[in-house]
């Protein structure tokens, strides 16, 4: 500072800006960290990694920095008379002589895009993290449209012995309806294979002739296995859209056609690994949106504890969480889905943009 000896004037910078330093670091890491709040690993590494190095960078900067400064004796640059303002401070000004018509526009604001949020869709196709012309996407496309199914979809049915008959043909009648669907490729199940595996046995218990039901016995075991009381058996659906909202609507009719069809002593299961992924990746955006819950509570409770005021958590509140809801709505009003990526937007955006806030708040109770 002028007329301050360099120790003097260390001094009183560091007392000037440790405190929102700090705390604009600590909420970007809490923004971060708040990824942490999930099952699968990547996103946990994410928030993990992230954190830690913010919190080196901020440890590195108050340790090394003001040594540095002082070591290399970085020239003082004269402050001018009478500095004259930024365009962009008029900005600011017009907030300031007009605050209740800002809190105002505020609250409503607010309110219209918390409005919007029901209508936002998940989307857990992975393709959609792929550009359109991308090699894989085509590949995917072509054999979707062209050759089979890209995945399955299962249900597995349990019954007791007696009752097989009348599951096998609740099976077959849920094949024929399904298959009619137009992201259904094909369905297999035992029904399709006993024929012809009969007919193997009969060829090959006649003597000269060549035959093996070995190949068929091991594709028709995938579909229907017996324990002493109990058959399992199997379909499999072989599905062509990667898309969320076609999938879940082919669980949805499966789920219900099955339950009209099945035999009331039957248990069945819908399951299969697509299932479990977007399951996976549903649960994703769960929990994500819970982070981002945390991280906004964290963010604004360190703040108020910090400076000691609820007014600052108040004052916080607009220019962090409305920008945020404002993608949100921005996104359902363009049609783009929340997916794992998408997702991470609010964690990461409620710990960064708190830190222009932060400044505010220093510099006024400063000059206050």
Not at 63 to 76: D, F, N, Y
Not at 156 to 178: K, N, Y
Not at 315 to 328: R, V
Not at 339 to 351: C, E, K, L, R
Request: charged share 15%.
């Amino acid at each position: 500072l002028a007329g301050e000896r360099p120790a003097e004037a260390m001094q009183d910078v560091l007392s000037e800006l440790l405190i929102p330093i700090t705390l604009t670091t600590v909420t970007t890491l809490i923004g971060f960290a708040s990824l942490m709040v999930t099952d699968m690993e990547p996103v946990f590494e994410v928030g993990l990694f992230a954190a830690i190095g913010m919190l080196l960078a901020l440890a590195f900067n108050i340790i090394m920095v003001p040594g540095l400064l002082m070591l290399l004796r970085v020239r003082r640059v004269a402050a001018a008379a009478n500095p004259r303002r930024h365009w962009t401070a008029k900005l600011g000004g017009l907030s300031a002589s007009h605050c209740r018509a800002v809190a105002v526009v505020s609250l409503v604001l607010g309110i219209g895009l918390v409005a919007l949020l029901p209508r936002i869709r998940t989307e857990s196709n992975v393709l959609n993290l792929l550009p359109a012309d991308s090699k894989v996407a085509k590949d995917y496309h072509f054999v979707s449209a062209n050759l089979t199914g890209l995945y399955t979809l299962e249900l597995e049915v349990t019954a007791p012995e007696g009752v097989e008959p009348a599951a096998l043909r609740a099976i077959e009648q849920l094949a024929d309806r399904l298959s009619k669907r137009s992201d259904v490729a094909r369905a297999d199940h035992y029904g399709e294979f006993a024929p012809m595996l009969k007919a193997a046995r009969l060829l090959e218990s006649v003597p000269l002739v060549k035959a093996s039901t070995g190949p068929l016995e091991e594709a028709a075991v995938r579909y229907r296995q017996i324990e002493p009381g109990t058959v399992h058996l199997r379909m499999s659906l072989l599905v062509r859209s990667m898309a969320s909202e076609d999938f879940y609507s082919l669980v949805d009719e499966l789920r219900q056609q099955a339950s009209k069809l099945l035999p009331s002593e039957s248990r069945w299961e819908v399951t299969g690994a697509v299932l479990l992924l977007n399951n996976a990746q549903s649960a994703l955006v769960r929990t994500q949106v819970r982070s981002f819950a945390i991280a906004g509570a964290a963010v604004l409770l360190i703040m108020g504890l910090l400076y000691r005021s609820w007014r600052v958590i108040a004052t916080a509140l607009a220019p962090n969480l409305l920008p945020i809801l404002g993608t949100f709505a921005l996104m359902v009003v363009l049609g783009i889905p929340i997916d794992s990526a998408t997702v991470m937007i609010a964690s990461v955006a409620i710990g960064i943009t708190v830190d222009s806030t932060i400044h505010f708040v220093a510099c006024y109770r400063e000059a206050n």
